[in-house]
């Protein structure tokens, strides 16, 4: 999701909801409940060998949260859209994992879809914002043709191969490429995709809009196999649209869809780019610039995956806390009055509000990322969200585990909630940029560099003082 900068408290420290926020969390909260809830039960209806017919099944309710502005609110303002700060993005994604984390990944996953476009709408000049707005029409609509309006981005990113080491010196780089036709003012696209949720459309014919990352191969020092020097410099990404897709019979194929054990309405198949011709005004990040802003977007989606993780600890609060309630196992007592089980249960309470903690401070920070007061850089503000996406992620398995271990026996019941909760929390640690690949090394590169300072984040740069 965007964001745009919130004014500093001037109260200091605070953790109270503004009525913004406190409006948000209801609207989420309702959505959750009464639109997100209820298309579970319809996707549940096709066996999990049929992916593809779980991921159409949560179209009616992606289609009654485009009605509902919330496709439109993952648009920034400068484009158009409604998006207001990561502060509220993350209260809105926590109360939709609270309770049904798969159709509601599609909806977020849209958002990053978009975030690449935000973030270039934000330092570009008025032609180039009224350029992006163009592609923006179906997200700026809340009912478009009709009411089954379900426009759908994605962020094309990873690859059948990985992408954790696409821009190391020598190495292969990403494999989906595009060359330069001066002839016809065109790129021209190949290679394959998978992961990238959404990616394929709800016809699986393509989405709406696509933001493509892959590699310039125009020049004459270009390897189609890579080895690149310097492959950051070579990183790009174009806007492939539906509209381009369907002109070109055959360009746009998918080899395979996905059975996941969690998320298991979600979409992100494999798919293959042949031949896609699009014109030079649909490159969105030209060649040098694509991975800054691809990473940049997923800097975003960090403190997200953090409310993610969080939802999800707070689910597996709620249910097993319920059950050591009314459960006495036999006993005299219930459940909770058992040491043990009261210690795993208040880990989890813990860990949820710790968690809860640090993505509202995360998302504060990227909120004012566009600002340098008290000198704090942006690397210490993306430490935050990077903090945010790796604690919560596997805190969230630690919290369910812990839950089963406090139920014991009957949470392995596919009746109870905790398998469910357990599949759904494994994929935090390793999507959205896995941790041990992309998000520690990103850590790991900020802490080595000379001018790091740990806490500036918190208390201002030490060297402004």
């Given at each position: 999701m965007a964001s745009e900068a919130a004014p500093k408290s001037a109260s200091g420290i605070s953790f109270a909801l503004s009525p913004s926020e406190s409006a948000t969390r209801t609207a989420a909260a309702s959505l959750a409940q009464n639109v997100l809830l209820p298309s579970r039960a319809q996707y549940l209806a096709h066996p999990p060998t049929q992916p593809d017919k779980r991921f159409q099944a949560t179209r009616p309710a992606y289609s009654t949260a485009t009605a509902a502005g919330l496709i439109k609110a993952q648009v920034s303002p400068l484009l158009g859209g409604n998006a207001s700060s990561l502060v509220e993005a993350s209260i809105l994604v926590e109360e939709c994992y609270a309770v049904e984390p798969s159709a509601a990944l599609t909806i977020f996953a849209t958002g990053l879809g978009l975030t690449p476009l935000n973030i270039v709408a934000s330092q570009a000049t008025a032609e180039r914002k009224t350029e992006l707005a163009e592609f923006l029409a179906p997200f700026l609509s809340t009912t478009g043709n009709g009411s089954d309006h379900a426009p759908l981005a994605s962020l094309v990113f990873s690859e059948p191969g990985g992408v954790a080491n696409v821009l190391e010196p020598g190495g292969k780089g990403f494999q989906t490429t595009a060359k330069f036709d001066s002839q016809t003012?065109?790129?021209?696209?190949?290679?394959?995709?998978?992961?990238?949720t959404n990616s394929a459309g709800w016809d699986f014919q393509g989405c709406d809009l696509a933001c493509v990352v892959c590699r310039d191969i125009s020049t004459s020092s270009s390897d189609a196999n890579g080895g690149d020097e310097k492959p950051i410099d070579k990183v790009m990404i174009i806007l492939v649209t539906r509209a381009d897709l369907d002109r070109q019979p055959g360009s746009f194929e998918l080899l395979k869809h996905i059975t996941m054990p969690g998320h298991t309405s979600v979409s992100g198949p494999h798919i293959r780019y042949t031949n896609v011709r699009v014109p030079s005004k649909n490159v969105l990040c030209p060649p040098g610039q694509g991975a800054q802003i691809a990473f940049a977007s997923f800097d975003a989606s960090a403190v997200l995956v953090g409310a993610m993780g969080v939802?999800?600890?707070?689910?597996?609060?709620?249910?097993?806390?319920?059950?050591?309630?009314?459960?006495?196992?036999?006993?005299?007592?219930?459940?909770?009055?058992?040491?043990?089980?009261?210690?795993l249960l208040s880990g989890i309470k813990m860990q949820t509000e710790a968690g809860r903690a640090l993505t509202w401070k995360a998302a504060w920070a990227m909120d004012h990322a566009a600002q340098s007061d008290e000198g704090v850089g942006y690397d210490a503000r993306r430490e935050l969200a990077l903090a945010a996406k790796v604690w919560c992620s596997e805190a969230a398995v630690k919290a369910v585990t812990d839950a089963i271990n406090a139920?014991?026996?009957?949470?392995?019941?596919?009746?109870?909630?905790?398998?469910?909760?357990?599949?759904?929390?494994?994929?935090?640690?390793?999507?959205?940029?896995?941790?041990?690949?992309?998000?520690?090394?990103?850590?790991?590169q900020i802490m080595s560099s000379p001018t790091y300072d740990p806490w500036s984040a918190t208390y201002g740069s030490t060297s402004a003082r």
């Open positions: 003012d065109e790129w021209v696209i190949n290679g394959e995709k998978m992961w990238a939802g999800i600890m707070r689910a597996a609060f709620d249910a097993a806390l319920k059950f050591a309630k009314t459960d006495d196992r036999g006993g005299a007592v219930p459940l909770l009055e058992r040491q043990a089980v009261a210690d139920v014991g026996i009957t949470a392995y019941d596919v009746d109870q909630p905790f398998a469910e909760l357990l599949n759904n929390a494994v994929v935090l640690p390793i999507f959205d940029g896995g941790n041990v690949g992309i998000r520690r090394r990103h850590l790991q």
